[in-house]
Each structure stands twice: as structure tokens, then as C-alpha cells.
């Protein structure tokens, strides 16, 4: 494994962009991870080590059961603890971990082909099953609770107020989740994407015209409202990755406009800054969905020889009798 893992770094810094593109991603996650520690420091550091140990544990535990995988499944762990508040319990933390590297060993093994950030998904899954618990912040450097910037809008101003520098909302030091508060980190690891040719700057650009276009219509702060960390996190790392995107010219663009413009209608209904995550999980499921029901249009008979197959190996057969003493 470690071999493997130098080799994938050493590809990364001759040539990103055929490099492995797990390895890839990772790093577009160092620069939001470094801006979380330095803003909510030991509460940051906790996380990360959630995160880690629950890959490395899905690790070991496929090689004792001779399942071995080929890599550590990292990337959806972080992507699904990035998102959880630093205030929020570890046990919330490490149930997120879990269902991402669940889903995502799941989704390696039955369907390949199904482009979705599963950290993402199991993020919004916890979220809701947990009714919110995952969604506590803290004030950078503190243990005081107190709501992000969207939901302080949301309960105590509106419309085009701005009751947060917004350069302040763009270096992140501000409540938020635990590695993705800074909108300026994120454009760090946006930027590592794109040099790697794995960023769709069509995806980014139609979403925030999907977004711009409400934020417009409703009379609210364009700045206030886009200049965020995590507005952007699922955004840019996470939807516009090209791995997560349909292979379609005209499907991308029409991704980008419809994350962007959900994202902003959850928003005007109540949701905070979880609307970013939700709407983009929920059209990255939307889109593997379409997918899959032309998948099986296309492959008809390939489907009902391996539905012929399930039902002949869960078949019970009869005993048979026995025979004479």
C-alpha cells in the first residue's frame, strides 16, 4: 500500500493529470482541511482523525476478510466530515464516515458507473436522519455556539443585508463546517482541479448563474449570499469534478443550472448553508437515477439473464429423500 501511495504522489507531481484521479482530489482537499485547523484548531484535528481512522479501519477490515482494496477509501470520509460542524458530537462525525465509505465501497463493486460523490450523500443522509444534529458551529478559535452566516440572515435580518464583512465571509474565518468555512481555500483546491484537468469550468460557471439569477430576483446581497466557503465546497470540488458529471455536452450545463437554482430555492424555504449540500447531492442522485433507468433500457436482456441468475441462487432446493439403512 505505501509503495502504491508514493507511486500515486510521485505521478501527481510529474503529471497531474494522468494521475490517479482519487489521489487527485485528496489534494484539492489539503487547502479547506489546513484552513479548519487553523480556524477551530484541536476541534478540526479531531474531526480529521475521525475521518482517517474510519477509512484505514474500512481498510484493514476488508484485507482480514480477503476483500482486500486497492486504496484507502479516504476521499469519501473527509468529503462527508468536512461538511459536519465542528461543534457537532463525534459520534455524528464518525457515523458520516461510515456511510461514506459504505456507499462507496458499495458503489465500487455493483455500480461503477454511477457518478456521485458519496461522501456528499452519506453527509445529507446523517444530516437528515439526524434532524440537523450534524449542522452545530462554533465561532472560529472558540467552543461558543452560535449560527453560520446564512442562518444568521435567515433569523435576524434578510433581504440584501450583509451583517458579515464579506471579506471576511471570503477567508472563512467564520462558523461553518469544520473544513469548509473558507471560500478562499476552496478556490485554492478549485484551482489544483482545474490545473489537473479535472474541474469543469462550464459546471462552476452555470451554477452560479443558476444561483445569481434568484439571489437577483429576490432582492438579496449577491456578495453576502455566494461569497461561501461551503456554498463552493460542494460546488466546485465536489460537482464540478469531472469523474461526478454526465458525459453529455448539453448535461453538464443543465447539472450546473439546476444545482445552482435548487440550491437558492431550499434557501428561500429555511435552509442555511446545508442547501448547498443538499441540492447538489440531490441532483448527483437525480442524475445517477436517469442513468440507471436507461442503462436498463439499453441492456434489457443482460438485466433478466442476471435477475434469472439472483433468483436460481436463492432458490432453496428440495431435500432429497433418504435412501435405505
Not at 462550464?202 to 452560479?208: D, E, I, N, R, S
Not at 453576502?224 to 460537482?239: D, E, I, N, R, V
Request: glycine share 8%.
Amino acid at each position: 500500500m505505501i509503495r502504491n501511495a508514493l507511486r500515486a504522489v510521485k505521478q501527481v507531481g510529474t503529471d497531474p493529470v494522468a494521475a490517479d484521479p482519487t489521489v487527485v482530489a485528496i489534494l484539492a482537499l489539503i487547502p479547506p482541511v489546513v484552513a479548519g485547523i487553523v480556524f477551530f484548531r484541536l476541534l478540526a484535528v479531531e474531526m480529521l482523525t475521525i475521518a482517517v481512522g474510519v477509512a484505514v479501519a474500512a481498510y484493514a477490515a476488508a484485507r482480514l476478510r480477503d476483500h482486500p482494496l486497492e486504496s484507502v477509501p479516504l476521499l469519501p470520509a473527509l468529503v462527508g466530515v468536512a461538511l459536519v460542524g465542528p461543534a457537532a458530537s463525534p459520534v455524528w462525525a464518525a457515523a458520516v464516515a461510515l456511510v461514506g465509505v459504505g456507499m462507496e465501497l458499495a458503489r465500487d463493486r455493483y455500480t461503477p458507473r454511477a457518478r456521485l460523490q458519496t461522501g456528499l450523500v452519506a453527509y445529507v443522509l446523517v444530516w437528515l436522519a439526524s434532524q440537523g444534529a450534524t449542522a452545530a458551529y462554533v465561532n472560529p478559535g472558540s467552543t461558543t455556539p452560535v449560527a453560520e452566516p446564512i442562518r444568521l440572515w435567515l433569523r435576524y435580518f434578510g433581504g440584501a443585508q450583509t451583517p458579515i464583512d464579506p471579506v471576511r465571509l471570503y477567508v472563512g474565518n467564520v462558523a461553518g463546517p469544520v473544513f469548509a468555512t473558507s471560500m478562499l481555500a476552496v478556490v485554492v483546491g478549485a484551482a489544483w482541479l482545474w490545473y489537473s484537468r479535472r474541474l469543469s469550468l462550464l459546471v462552476v460557471l452555470t451554477f452560479l448563474v443558476g444561483a445569481t439569477v434568484p439571489v437577483v430576483i429576490a432582492g438579496w446581497s449577491p456578495v453576502y449570499q455566494l461569497f461561501s466557503g461551503p456554498l463552493w465546497f460542494a460546488a466546485a470540488l465536489l460537482l464540478a469534478d469531472r469523474r461526478n458529471l454526465p458525459r453529455s455536452p448539453i448535461g453538464r450545463p443543465l447539472v450546473g443550472l439546476v444545482a445552482g437554482g435548487t440550491c437558492m430555492w431550499l434557501r428561500a424555504r429555511g435552509l442555511a448553508i446545508e442547501s448547498a449540500p443538499a441540492a447538489i447531492a440531490a441532483v448527483q442522485v437525480g442524475v445517477a437515477g436517469v442513468q440507471g433507468v436507461g442503462w436498463v433500457g439499453r441492456n434489457r436482456q443482460q438485466v433478466r439473464a442476471r435477475l434469472h441468475q439472483l433468483r436460481s441462487t436463492t432458490e432453496v432446493k428440495p431435500a432429497l429423500p433418504a435412501g435405505p439403512n
